[in-house]
């Protein structure tokens, strides 16, 4: 079965610093990653994908599998970046379909 | 273009009522459709997920139950609510053919008093 484990509950930041979100998974097949961001009092939200390999509001990650990791990465935080951020990895689950596993969050608070 | 509707946005109910959140979506055809719930420290859980019609399958033994009667209705229910059913519950749609991105509601927020 696969896993996702967002070590870090809660991360603060100061106003420009770098960013770096962490996650790893487990899992069998070949993985195809996300980022979801819920920002205060808004729907959660896709960030970015691994396949799109795009940056979004500043934020990129690479999927690292030798490491089994797809961290997420911002140079200089801003403080409209403070939300909750869930990493998630998709997997077949038959009939056509796919899940969402996520992981349990990590709250990024940006510091002014 | 594609929205997902659910209610109520909160609800506050005694131990033993019964439950019931529903979830449209609008503007697609033949979603998977998915219910989450959302905990502090506990990350989102899935409850519930259907690829069609009457098709539902459980990822979580509980108190709750899911149906789907139409193409883009979900709905969340229980017969007897127990206090640890408390918490935030999430609808999200995907596509039928999609390969994982989801699309979220804005939230059930239940009290088991």
């Known amino acids: 079965a696969q896993r996702v484990t967002q070590p870090e509950k809660l991360l603060s930041v100061f106003k ?23 920002y205060s009092r808004q729907r959660l939200q896709l960030l970015l994908r691994h396949i799109s390999r795009e940056s979004i509001k500043g934020f990129t990650a690479d999927l690292n599998k030798g490491e089994t ?28 379909s796919y899940q969402l596993t996520f992981g349990k969050g990590t709250k990024l608070s940006v510091i002014p | 273009s594609q929205t997902i509707h659910q209610w109520p946005a909160t609800l506050v109910q005694p131990v033993g009522s019964p439950l019931s959140l529903e979830c449209t ?10 219910w989450y719930r959302q905990a502090a420290g506990r990350g989102l859980q899935l409850l519930f997920y259907s690829v069609g019609i ?60």
């Open chain 2, 54 to 113: 009457g098709q539902i399958s459980s990822e979580v033994p509980q108190n709750l139950s899911a149906s789907r009667p139409q193409d883009r209705q979900f709905i969340l229910s229980s017969k007897k609510l127990l206090l640890s059913d408390s918490g935030f519950y999430l609808c999200a749609w995907s596509p039928g053919t999609g390969t994982g991105e989801l699309f979220f509601g804005e939230g059930s927020r239940l009290t088991v008093l």
């Open chain 2, 25 to 34: 979506v609008e503007g697609t055809s033949n979603p998977n459709l998915y």
């Open chain 1, 16 to 38: 420009g610093a770098p960013v770096e979100l962490k996650c790893n998974y487990s899992y069998s097949g070949s993985p195809e990653l996300f980022w979801y961001v819920q």
């Open chain 1, 69 to 96: 990791s797809f961290h997420l990465k911002k140079p200089f935080a801003q403080e409209e970046d403070s939300a909750m951020y869930y990493c998630a990895l998709s997997a077949y689950s038959g009939a056509g």
